[in-house]
């Protein structure tokens, strides 16, 4: 064989092995595209760029809060939501104690609502941090505990069970 067969054979080979691991690539490329999922996550996944939307928990509720040291108690909130924002007043009431009550701020997500429920026992530092244990339209219930307070709330806490008002 000349220099010039030679050069055409190796040619050839070169061109086989390239269409070769071309339709193997095409090949895989498609299986991906026959997919809907390129990650083999399910559909039902949530993509990283959108959240679920939160719970609806606007209004009034009205419920029960056990406290450490105050005991059985009735609790009452008024909700504003804006998205994932909450904010509004509540109140909650001990037989022989003040009531207690002032503002709110938290948050809601897709499975929980998350409060920061300020208070007049300490100068406004004093506050309630809760976090929903359940958390849906139907009912908000979980645990608390008191943050920046005098001493006889340190470290101290509770539970708060609550349903929505009845619309008027």
Known sequence: MNVSGSKFKRSSVAIAIALLFGLVGLSARSTFAQDASTDGV???????????????????????????????????ITISQTNRKLSGGWMATFTNQAPLLNKFDGRASAREVVLRLDNDVDRKACRLAFHSIIANRTEISGKYIWVDCKPQFKGRGGSIEITPLPPV
């Open 42 to 76: 399910g559909t039902d996944a949530v993509s990283p760029d959108r959240l679920p939307l939160p719970i609806n928990v606007a209004g009034g509720w009205t419920g029960t809060i056990t406290d450490d040291d105050l005991g059985a108690g009735d609790f009452s």
